[in-house]
């Protein structure tokens, strides 16, 4: 089947509707450092915030809620710890907006495959059906143990000829 590229509606990997974004934070634990929000009412189209450094999140601050709790967002910053395999550290800050999310901080190919594997949990989640597990292992029938093929050394080369 040949398609033309141009006629496949493509989509960011990372694109995210605001829902799925706030479960991305709750799932890494993040905590909100900056906000663009759209204004639904007032003069202004546009209204950005940036959290001091004495507030962890904004998103759990009463002045922040109060004046944006109902207002959408179209772009946010947001920050959560990370720890390697190798047990180092980091605090990883991200961006996300209405066309995509891109990790601010340098990082480790480690943190990328994380972050990814969780935006793939969100967007594409996989629900399992318990009620039926019992009936399956039921009609499950155990499998013949395949052999693996014997390494083709020298020797085991010309014995196979011959």
């Given at each position: 089947?040949?398609?033309?590229?141009?006629?496949?509606?493509?989509?960011?990997?990372?694109?995210?509707?605001?829902?799925?974004?706030?479960?991305?934070?709750?799932?890494?634990?993040?905590?909100?450092?900056?906000?663009?929000?759209?204004?639904?009412?007032?003069?202004?189209?546009?209204?950005?915030?940036?959290?001091?450094?004495?507030?962890?999140?904004?998103?759990?601050?009463?002045?922040?809620?109060?004046?944006?709790?109902?207002?959408?967002?179209?772009?946010?910053?947001?920050?959560?710890?990370?720890?390697?395999?190798?047990?180092?550290?980091?605090?990883?800050s991200y961006e996300i907006t209405d066309e995509g999310l891109w990790i601010r901080s340098k990082v480790g190919e480690e943190v990328i495959s994380y972050v990814l594997q969780k935006i793939i949990n969100i967007r594409y989640p996989v629900e399992v059906d318990t009620s039926s597990e019992d009936e399956e292992e039921?009609?499950?029938?155990?499998?013949?143990?395949?052999?693996?093929?014997?390494?083709?050394?020298?020797?085991?080369?010309?014995?196979?000829?011959?």
């Amino acid at each position: 089947m040949d398609k033309d590229p141009k006629d496949i509606a493509w989509e960011k990997a990372t694109k995210l509707n605001e829902e799925q974004a706030n479960q991305l934070a709750r799932n890494l634990q993040a905590r909100l450092r900056a906000a663009k929000h759209k204004m639904t009412e007032g003069p202004y189209a546009t209204k950005e915030v940036t959290a001091k450094l004495q507030v962890e999140d904004l998103e759990v601050d009463e002045q922040y809620k109060k004046e944006f709790n109902n207002q959408p967002m179209k772009k946010k910053t947001l920050q959560f710890d990370f720890k390697y395999s190798f047990e180092y550290e980091d605090t990883i800050s991200y961006e996300i907006t209405d066309e995509g999310l891109w990790i601010r901080s340098k990082v480790g190919e480690e943190v990328i495959s994380y972050v990814l594997q969780k935006i793939i949990n969100i967007r594409y989640p996989v629900e399992v059906d318990t009620s039926s597990e019992d009936e399956e292992e039921e009609h499950v029938q155990e499998q013949p143990q395949v052999m693996s093929p014997k390494v083709n050394t020298e020797e085991s080369a010309i014995t196979d000829i011959v």
